[in-house]
């Protein structure tokens, strides 16, 4: 394979963007070098570029901020004693609970979300009249997973495809789709007020999207979780792909699984 996309910007901070107005940390440090965008300090999973943007997002993000989560206080309380009452037990199989599962995937994803653009940069597909593509990501956790884990290997990637928006759009209509899911709509409509901040009427660009799929076993229960973010491009980039005869897939898998994190530099 060859080197890595030439990226004349910080690949890390492009994939950073405010939940409101969509800018990335890389368009307000075209202004301000030192700007970085800011965590909502309750579920901790969107970021915004102001108190205003925050402000403004607040009566749509308020109704999963609260959502299967608890706050940082809270999470970091029980996940103390969580973790001293394992230690007490000299055990490291204690099942891991649910508010750390959906912490952690917090965290995974933004480990991880440079090597999915990156995925995205170099595997996508050549689409129809430059058609919004959708990067569908399906994840496991190892049933031995516990609080000691680290947010980098605690998931597995089982399987992970590209498809047009319009294909998402029919599964999420659809319920005999391989992707339905009654989470669909909600990731829809998150998409579509994106498209409406972000892309003016007669753009060039478009609006792509990746969605991670994590399925767990928690206490014999099966539970599914959804977290979808945005990446915007003026390009198709089928004809300068970093990977052939679809080995993207097995390089995503590996790096996954080696558990490190990933940085574009380290491409091999």
């Not at 579920?43 to 570029?49: G, I, L």
Request: aromatic content about 10%; proline content about 4%.
């Amino acid at each position: 394979m060859t080197g890595p996309l030439n990226c004349t910007y910080d690949l890390e901070r492009e994939v950073r963007y405010c939940s409101n107005c969509g800018k990335t940390e890389n368009e307000l440090a075209a202004k301000d070098k030192a700007a970085v965008l800011q965590l909502c300090g309750d579920c901790r999973s969107v970021r915004y570029c102001s108190a205003k943007c925050q402000l403004t997002d607040w009566p749509v993000h308020r109704k999963i901020c609260k959502k299967g989560y608890q706050s940082p206080k809270q999470t970091k309380k029980t996940d103390k004693l969580s973790f001293l009452l394992a230690r007490f037990l000299r055990t490291k199989t204690s099942p891991m609970p649910v508010h750390a599962i959906q912490a952690i995937f917090r965290d995974w994803t933004e480990i991880y979300r440079a090597l999915l653009t990156f995925i995205f940069i170099n595997a996508s597909v050549s689409a129809p009249n430059h058609a919004p593509q959708v990067l569908y990501v399906k994840l496991s956790m190892p049933s031995t997973s516990n609080l000691e884990i680290k947010a980098r290997c605690a998931f597995q990637v089982e399987d992970a495809e590209f498809l047009t928006l319009e294909e998402f759009r029919r599964a999420t209509v659809n319920k005999s789709h391989r992707l339905y899911s009654e989470e669909n709509g909600q990731i829809l409509d998150g998409y579509n007020r994106h498209v409406q901040i972000r892309m003016p009427h007669g753009s060039i660009r478009r609006l792509n999207m990746v969605v991670q799929r994590l399925e767990v076993q928690h206490e014999g229960v099966p539970l599914t979780y959804f977290k979808s973010w945005f990446h915007e491009d003026a390009s198709d980039y089928a004809t300068q792909s970093k990977f052939r005869d679809g080995t993207w897939l097995k390089y995503l898998k590996e790096k996954v699984a080696d558990g490190e994190g990933w940085h574009y530099s380290r491409f091999d």
